[in-house]
């Protein structure tokens, strides 16, 4: 049974940081690209970033290009999110997803395309 858990969520003040962690298990993690989603209160969920294997090609939405690092352990069976200098409007639930490394980068933000998910974790930022 393919189970991905998040962990790290929390609440902060604005301009502060978090670090989530989404640990896998039950699939061959280094068959799968690693992404975070996130979904605000009344909104769609949307794409956040992702991490392929093996070229660990990663790539970010712009809203969180600069701020946002994605690190992925293969070792570990783990990927993780580091969120620096945080907005109100990173207010989240977040989700980590796995989509098979054989699809292309194109379909990276397409959530049809993704496998697995994990339950998500709330971050709240406050100003």
């Known amino acids: 049974q393919v189970q991905l858990v998040e962990s790290g969520g929390g609440s902060v003040q604005a301009g502060g940081s978090l670090r989530l962690s989404c640990a896998a298990s039950g699939l061959t993690f280094r068959n799968y690209a690693m992404a975070w989603f996130r979904q605000a209160p009344g909104k769609e969920r949307e794409f956040v970033g992702r991490?392929?294997?093996?070229?660990?090609?990663?790539n970010y939405a712009d809203a969180v290009k600069g701020r946002f690092t994605i690190f992925r352990d293969n070792a570990r069976n783990t990927v993780e999110l580091q969120m620096n200098s945080l907005k109100s409007e990173d207010t989240a639930v977040y989700y980590c997803?796995?989509?098979?490394?054989?699809?292309?980068?194109?379909?990276?933000?397409?959530?049809?395309?993704?496998?697995?998910w994990g339950q998500g974790t709330q971050v709240t930022v406050s100003s």
């Open positions: 991490v392929n294997w093996p070229v660990s090609m990663i």
């Open positions: 997803a796995a989509q098979p490394t054989w699809k292309p980068l194109t379909l990276a933000q397409d959530m049809g395309h993704y496998d697995y």
